[in-house]
């Protein structure tokens, strides 16, 4: 049974399997999730990191075409850089 009233998020190993939403959001939010197994502390859910800051999925290649080429590539040339053929 999802315990929504306390400080201390629980749920059970059923929850995991029907309400994974829900704890999922409480980790996505920062709360550490208790697990229990027929009445007794089983395992502790956590996020991975602090959430913040979220570095970006992919790097600035145009900034990186600049320091690498201040004088613009060709295409060609960024391509053979890619591939190390320098």
Do not use: Q
């Amino acid at each position: 049974m999802i315990d929504y009233l306390s400080d201390m998020k629980t749920a059970t190993v059923a929850d995991l399997r029907n309400n994974f939403a829900s704890v999922s959001k409480w980790i996505h939010d920062g709360e550490t999730v208790t697990i229990t197994k027929r009445g007794f502390h089983f395992a502790t859910l956590e996020p991975s990191r602090k959430r913040g800051k979220v570095a970006p999925d992919w790097p600035d290649r145009t900034a990186w075409r600049r320091r690498i080429f201040p004088d613009g590539p060709t295409s060609g040339e960024a391509l053979d850089y890619d591939r190390g053929n320098t």
